[in-house]
């Protein structure tokens, strides 16, 4: 797997390029398996490309630690490139979630440093 941080403007090329949505998101996902040639390299998960002033900003109005919000987005994008996909149906989307929670958990994080994660999410399926 590949990681690129970013800035706003590199991201909006890429989310208007490959998604046909005009500008910056804060994380995009870019799965090998997907397209004409995914078994070339199945064990490479794929590509991960991040906004840095996007997540500064989301680190800023949840009053979060911008690394916390680094490892949040970096823990969507691998779930993404595991399969999981938030924009089939909201119970995907709640599953997506709840995965995306057990994770930063794993990684010592307290759920209440998350604890506005799912009202963003939910305002976003």
């Keep these: 797997m590949s990681i690129a941080i970013v800035d706003d403007d590199q991201i909006a090329r890429l989310n208007r390029d490959y998604r046909q949505v005009e500008g910056p998101t804060d994380v995009l996902a870019f799965a090998m398996q997907d397209g004409e040639f995914g078994e070339i390299c199945p064990e490479v998960l794929g590509d991960v490309v991040i906004s840095a002033p996007t997540a500064s900003v989301m680190a800023a109005e949840h009053r979060c630690p911008f690394p916390a919000v680094l490892d949040?987005?970096?823990?969507?994008?691998?779930?993404?490139?595991?399969?999981?996909?938030?924009?089939?149906?909201?119970?995907?989307?709640?599953?997506?979630?709840?995965?995306?929670?057990?994770?930063?958990?794993?990684?010592?994080?307290?759920?209440?440093?998350?604890?506005?994660?799912?009202?963003?999410?939910?305002?976003?399926?």
């Design 72 to 125: 949040l987005l970096l823990t969507h994008a691998i779930l993404h490139l595991a399969g999981y996909d938030h924009e089939r149906s909201a119970e995907d989307a709640g599953n997506m979630d709840d995965k995306t929670l057990e994770l930063l958990d794993h990684l010592g994080y307290a759920r209440e440093t998350f604890g506005w994660y799912r009202l963003v999410t939910a305002a976003n399926h």
